[in-house]
């Protein structure tokens, strides 16, 4: 049984304690403007009135009775009666007073206003900003050398508009320091009228991310668990966040990270986070397997992202990227950051110098192998010249190439013992059969002499090719590599709807001292030629016109293209092993070299791709609007770089957005040309929003028959449903049709609770030949401030 919280990018903010955080901004903002100095009376002018106005001289005390209303400079004080005081040029309003000032409001029974210091004093004081609502018995706002501090006594805070609100926070004593903290003593926080939470004292920063925060929840893997983050800045430079994590079925953990406050917007840059976790339980992962790999106990993340202009501090077009991420082992994060293991599971170590123009760019990279139990190439170092595609001179050419050069390498990591492993078992089935301990019976491989199944359905010639190409894997693969490519583009026109770009390229490849036993250095040549070229026909259809459909005249562009690439190499086949090479994936390779990643992976090819696009546009607030768009490609080969294939599947790319509630998108690939290597990829989605009250969306991926990759059937279906006013109905499903298998099932019941939105329901997620995992979801989130909130997930490490 699972009972988590979501732990979004940023930690949340949980609402029961932190709900006041939505007081601070507006009051920092109010408080602003009440520690400027009033202007004196005789300065600015002072004018009374009112129904009747009295004035004794002797005492120096001006009083106003009925509709009173006090101008003061820009400040207003209305009540029902009131008294000035000339000695001390202090004004005394009662009976419904209000100041208006700066356009903030006050109101109270009764308000003592010192037009020299702008001082503002209140018994029973009531105020609010949009969306927030407060009340103190009394409120001082002192200047001079207390400094800009607003004290408010027995204070009341709450964002529902009502006589009687469902939530609300009280606190004997608030101090609100503009622009730093807010201090509440003897604090108490209430659902309706019955309290649920009291601190005896509580100061918080008024910076969204500084303070304390906290996420609680169970989870079947770490148990119960309390996630506590405190937030600090360290002069003004470095945002400073502070972990201390407690759950139950795995110990303690915590860290800190630090964030430079100029990087703030991106995190690629200016980061440092340590955090080490002493885990009661490393051996069960976080879907509730037992793992068969021993970890140790002590696991720890030290990640630093940071880039260094030169030479600083102001940014410059020469800086050091510097991208450092050390893991006790492969599966921290899949344990305790699961989130970051879905984006990133072998994070890279890289430092980078780069000098960038508008030309091109120069680096210098050094990318290392910190955690050796991930397989990971690496560049000791590697220069490398880029040029962007830039006319020369006034001739109408158009020039682009790189340059690179390095010494790569690639290490197994954890891979290599598993080939190892697999190497040493195979090879003493080859002995024992050598022996004549082991024989084959029917299909299968037994003991002689026991009689003992050794290996089911045994195929002595695929063992022998398996041998081959783990002892192939296992070889050495490093070499120093220069590498350059150069290309020649020449755009232009044919009257005024042909496009036509023929280009011609050549590359020259340099591998010396290469790890392997067959050959020490090889270098090869490429030649590369090509034509990109594309029609453009468009027709108006101005009667066109479907508000139903969101069609307002019709503009259809259709665009037939054709693009050829011949390339001849001198290819690397079995001399080595190369390193940067292809990897298996459904879509098509780029055709343009200076795009092609897997320099090694180049070979010989002579390739046609043709296509047509079809664009339809509407007109829609005052402008163009892409109502549908269609791309339909193919690739025909003459000579096929990969596979011996004649012709690729099929492509079309669909996008069709007619109205703001209603959207789709179509990705697919079909065998229609009955190619050999032939496969079917679809991959769909649909948002539909039939009514104001229900609305659902549809994806769908679909893959069949792929050499590389599983079949795939998978269906996901989400939907809302409002029941009524106050009341939603939510759900969500994942089911894999081609196992059978309902991967993930989410109901959710939704409720309006004024100022704050509630929800509750449950999840269950088969893993298959894990522990299937049920959990409980809750949520709980205030309108006004969507972040802060406390929804819950099965995986509460999913970031922070």
């Known amino acids: 049984m699972t009972f988590c919280t979501n732990s979004p990018t940023k930690r949340e903010v949980s609402p029961p304690i932190f709900v006041w955080l939505m007081i601070l901004f507006g009051l920092c903002f109010q408080s602003t403007i009440y520690g400027q100095d009033?202007?004196?009376?005789?300065?600015?002018?002072?004018?009374?009135?009112?129904?009747?106005?009295?004035?004794?001289?002797?005492?120096?005390?001006?009083?106003?009775?009925?509709?009173?209303?006090?101008?003061?400079?820009?400040?207003?004080?209305?009540?029902?009666?009131?008294?000035?005081?000339?000695?001390?040029?202090?004004?005394?309003?009662?009976?419904?007073?209000?100041?208006?000032?700066?356009?903030?409001?006050?109101?109270?029974?009764?308000?003592?206003?010192?037009?020299?210091?702008?001082?503002?004093?209140?018994?029973?004081?009531?105020?609010?900003?949009?969306?927030?609502?407060?009340?103190?018995?009394?409120?001082?706002?002192?200047t001079g050398d207390e400094g800009q501090m607003i004290e408010l006594h027995d204070a009341t805070l709450t964002s529902h508009d009502n006589a009687d609100p469902n939530f609300r926070v009280k606190a004997k004593t608030i101090r609100i320091y503009p622009g730093e903290r807010v201090v509440f003593k003897n604090l108490k926080v209430y659902a309706g009228n019955a309290p649920v939470l009291w601190l005896p004292y509580l100061s918080q920063p008024l910076d969204d991310e500084l303070g304390y925060y906290f996420v609680p929840g169970f989870n079947s893997t770490w148990g119960a668990f309390l996630l506590n983050q405190y937030g600090f800045m360290i002069q003004d430079h470095t945002l400073a966040k502070a972990h201390l994590d407690l759950r139950s079925e795995r110990g303690l953990a915590g860290g800190i990270e630090f964030e430079s406050v100029r990087h703030h917007d991106n995190k690629n840059f200016g980061n440092l986070n340590l955090y080490y976790a002493n885990d009661q339980d490393p051996q069960t992962a976080f879907n509730g397997r037992v793992r068969n790999d021993p970890v140790d106990s002590d696991r720890y993340r030290v990640n630093f992202q940071h880039r260094v202009y030169l030479p600083g501090p102001e940014e410059s077009t020469l800086y050091l990227d510097i991208d450092i991420n050390k893991l006790s082992d492969q599966y921290f994060y899949q344990d305790f950051f699961p989130q970051e293991f879905r984006t990133d599971?072998?994070?890279?170590?890289?430092?980078?110098?780069?000098?960038?123009?508008?030309?091109?760019?120069?680096?210098?990279?050094?990318?290392?192998?910190?955690?050796?139990?991930?397989?990971?190439?690496?560049?000791?170092?590697?220069?490398?010249?880029?040029?962007?595609?830039?006319?020369?001179?006034?001739?109408?050419?158009?020039?682009?190439?790189?340059?690179?050069?390095g010494i790569l390498d690639e290490d197994l990591g954890y891979n290599e013992e598993n080939l190892i492993a697999q190497r040493d078992a195979n090879q003493e089935i080859i002995r024992q059969m050598q022996l004549g301990n082991y024989v084959i019976r029917g299909a299968d491989l037994v003991d002689k002499t026991t009689g003992k199944l050794i290996k089911e359905s045994y195929d002595q010639l695929g063992n022998e090719s398996l041998m081959s190409t783990i002892e192939r894997e296992l070889q050495a693969r490093g070499y120093g590599r220069f590498d350059t490519y150069h290309e020649i583009s020449y755009p232009g026109q044919v009257g005024n709807f042909l496009n036509i770009v023929p280009?011609?390229?050549?590359?020259?490849?340099?591998?010396?001292?290469?790890?392997?036993?067959?050959?020490?250095?090889?270098?090869?040549?490429?030649?590369?030629?090509?034509?990109?070229?594309?029609?453009?026909?468009?027709?108006?259809?101005?009667?066109?016109?479907?508000?139903?459909?969101?069609?307002?005249?019709?503009?259809?562009?259709?665009?037939?293209?054709?693009?050829?690439?011949?390339?001849?190499?001198?290819?690397?086949?079995?001399?080595?092993?190369?390193?940067?090479?292809?990897?298996?994936?459904?879509?098509?390779?780029?055709?343009?070299?200076?795009?092609?990643?897997?320099?090694?992976?180049?070979?010989?090819?002579?390739?046609?791709?043709?296509?047509?696009?079809?664009?339809?546009?509407?007109?829609r607030d005052g402008g163009a609007h892409n109502w549908l768009s269609i791309n339909s490609y193919f690739e025909s080969y003459l000579d096929d770089p990969e596979f011996n294939r004649d012709v690729s599947n099929l492509f079309t790319d669909v996008t069709w957005n007619p109205l703001p509630w209603m959207s789709a998108q179509i990705n697919s690939q079909l065998p229609v040309f009955n190619d050999p290597m032939e496969f079917t990829e679809?991959?769909?989605?649909?948002?539909?929003?039939?009514?104001?009250?229900?609305?659902?969306?549809?994806?769908?991926?679909?893959?069949?028959?792929?050499?590389?990759?599983?079949?795939?059937?998978?269906?996901?279906?989400?939907?809302?449903?409002?029941?009524?006013?106050?009341?939603?109905?939510?759900?969500?499903?994942?089911?894999?049709?081609?196992?059978?298998?309902?991967?993930?099932?989410?109901?959710?019941?939704?409720?309006?609770?004024?100022?704050?939105?509630?929800?509750?329901?449950?999840?269950?997620?088969?893993?298959?030949?894990?522990?299937?995992?049920?959990?409980?979801?809750?949520?709980?989130?205030?309108?006004?401030?969507p972040r802060l909130s406390v929804p819950l997930d099965l995986e509460p490490g999913s970031g922070r």
């Open 503 to 619: 280009k011609a390229g050549v590359g020259y490849t340099s591998y010396t001292n290469i790890d392997s036993p067959d050959i020490d250095s090889f270098d090869r040549t490429t030649l590369h030629a090509g034509i990109d070229s594309s029609l453009k026909f468009s027709k108006l259809y101005p009667e066109v016109e479907n508000a139903a459909l969101g069609l307002h005249g019709l503009r259809h562009i259709v665009q037939p293209y054709l693009n050829y690439s011949w390339v001849s190499t001198d290819e690397i086949g079995n001399n080595f092993t190369p390193i940067d090479r292809l990897s298996p994936t459904t879509r098509l390779r780029p055709l343009d070299i200076p795009r092609y990643t897997a320099v090694d992976g180049i070979n010989d090819w002579n390739i046609v791709r043709y296509g047509i696009g079809n664009r339809f546009l509407t007109k």
């Open 682 to 785: 679809v991959q769909s989605n649909l948002y539909f929003m039939p009514t104001d009250w229900f609305r659902f969306n549809v994806g769908y991926y679909y893959l069949q028959d792929h050499p590389f990759f599983l079949d795939s059937n998978l269906v996901s279906i989400g939907t809302y449903t409002r029941l009524g006013e106050q009341w939603g109905f939510s759900t969500s499903h994942r089911f894999e049709a081609e196992d059978n298998t309902l991967e993930i099932q989410q109901y959710q019941l939704h409720r309006d609770l004024a100022s704050w939105t509630a929800g509750i329901g449950a999840i269950i997620r088969d893993n298959r030949g894990g522990k299937e995992e049920f959990g409980i979801l809750m949520s709980l989130t205030l309108k006004a401030f």
């Open 345 to 405: 599971p072998q994070p890279d170590n890289l430092i980078n110098l780069v000098k960038s123009h508008p030309r091109g760019t120069i680096s210098l990279l050094a990318r290392a192998q910190l955690n050796d139990f991930f397989q990971t190439d690496t560049r000791l170092p590697e220069l490398a010249v880029d040029v962007t595609n830039a006319p020369l001179f006034d001739s109408g050419l158009f020039y682009t190439g790189y340059t690179t050069v």
């Open 38 to 142: 009033a202007p004196a009376a005789d300065d600015s002018g002072f004018q009374i009135n009112s129904d009747n106005t009295t004035f004794d001289q002797a005492l120096g005390i001006a009083r106003a009775k009925g509709n009173v209303e006090i101008k003061i400079g820009g400040t207003v004080i209305q009540a029902g009666e009131a008294e000035f005081h000339q000695t001390t040029g202090k004004v005394y309003a009662r009976d419904n007073a209000r100041v208006f000032k700066d356009g903030a409001l006050f109101t109270g029974e009764e308000i003592i206003y010192d037009t020299n210091t702008g001082e503002v004093v209140s018994n029973e004081f009531r105020s609010s900003f949009d969306p927030v609502f407060y009340e103190a018995e009394n409120i001082k706002v002192p």
